[in-house]
């Protein structure tokens, strides 16, 4: 399985914009989908969006699109999360998941890897 290692997290305010990073470690994204949630305190956790790396297709949880972007740097093997337009309600413990790309996209992240989650709170 491939590891992940999570960056980028802080506290921000209202309107502001914050980028996260999620780097693959030991092995390449190059057979993955790697997608990003997050959790809220009391809240279940939730997707936001996701990219196939091999073919580049994205897709975005309907909530967040248009405040969200969601990128590769396929020489750093590493999977971004840019959130613009940051709101209070946007505070969370944010996490990168990966898990075998399949043709049927029939994923399942819980039986894939996960990064360490990376606290992002915003501020009004």
């Known amino acids: 399985q491939v590891q992940l290692v999570e960056s980028g997290g802080g506290s921000v305010q209202t309107g502001d914009s914050l980028r996260l990073s999620c780097a693959a470690s030991g092995r390449t994204f190059r057979t993955y989908v790697v997608a990003w949630f997050r959790q809220a305190p009391g809240k279940e956790r939730e997707f936001l969006g996701g990219?196939?790396?091999?073919?580049?297709?994205?897709v975005y949880t309907d909530s967040m699109k248009g405040r969200i972007t969601i990128s590769k740097d396929n020489a750093k093997n590493t999977v971004y999360l840019q959130m613009n337009s940051l709101r209070p309600e946007d505070t969370a413990v944010y996490y990168c998941a990966a898990t075998r790309d399949t043709s049927d996209r029939d994923w399942n992240f819980d039986l894939g890897s996960w990064g360490q989650g990376t606290q992002v709170t915003v501020s009004s």
């Open positions: 990219i196939r790396w091999s073919l580049g297709n994205i």
